[in-house]
């Protein structure tokens, strides 16, 4: 059983700054993780992802503004959230995909809540 525990969500002001933290009861590398969020009513959305050789990507909403970013000795993932609107709200989840015989398994954290409001 994989453990992702998130951290750092919080209310701050349209234009604030939070870090997400994610630690891993597992070894990340080299595996890809993401970063997602989901709001009511809505499906749960790809924030940012990040491969394990480090490759990224990011939603349009999001580019520019924020950063996913891997410490593979401490298996921690972050999400550097700059510039944050109040559309950014929403509880983030982790994901750390691991391989399986049959095919990868996706493991979540039980998400953290961020709110942009003034």
């Known amino acids: 059983q994989v453990e992702l525990v998130e951290s750092g969500g919080g209310l701050v002001q349209p234009g604030g700054s939070l870090r997400l933290s994610c630690a891993s009861s597992?070894?990340?590398?080299?595996?890809?993780m993401a970063w997602y969020r989901q709001t009511p009513g809505k499906e749960r959305e790809l924030v940012a992802a990040?491969?394990?050789?480090?490759?990224?990507n990011y939603a349009d909403s999001v580019k520019g503004r924020f950063t996913i970013f891997r410490d593979n000795a401490k298996n921690t993932l972050y999400l550097q959230m700059n510039g944050l609107k109040s559309e950014d709200t929403g509880v983030y989840y982790c994901?750390?995909?691991?391989?399986?015989?049959?095919?990868?398994?996706?493991?979540w954290g039980q998400g953290t809540q961020v709110t942009v409001s003034s």
């Open positions: 994901n750390l995909e691991l391989p399986a015989p049959d095919r990868p398994i996706n493991w």
């Open positions: 597992e070894n990340i590398f080299p595996h890809d």
């Open positions: 990040i491969t394990g050789a480090g490759g990224t």
